[in-house]
């Protein structure tokens, strides 16, 4: 099987992808799980929060990130909440990996509390929410 720039199937291997297979998939998303006025569609980071995140990968040794889902709480401020609007939303919480022996890419921490951690390590939140920060619709196409 040869490979190309295409092929979502290449074990391990991301890369760059045709604008209408991005579209596919995000409409495959909002279709399947909506796109209601409440709920995080899209994250921005700005080309500062990528250098930011870079730095830490350098920092901690790592081989990449690991990108998880997370949820600011609803009913609690917690330290460093960018935006009152937060509250409630789903956030990435972008974690540095580690190469291990065997191939794999291990979280620098885990990504759930554990007996014994030591809290020193970092990983990145605060990108850019939509909603409340979403760009304005496409106009309509014209027939």
Sequence with gaps: M???TNDLSA?????AI???VAQQLINT???EEGW???????IWFSQ???TTIQSLVNDAGGDGVRIYFGKYPSDVDIPGMPDPAYKGKITLIVIPTLAAADGSHQDL???L???GGNGTAQAYNHGELCPPNCPPPPPPIQS
């Design 2 to 4: 040869t490979s190309s």
């Design 11 to 15: 074990a391990g291997a991301g890369s």
């Design 18 to 20: 045709p604008e209408d």
């Design 29 to 31: 998303y909002k279709t």
């Design 36 to 42: 209601t006025s409440d709920k995080t569609r899209a």
């Design 48 to 50: 500062t929060d990528l």
């Design 109 to 111: 921490f885990s990504p």
């Design 113 to 115: 509390p554990t007996v």
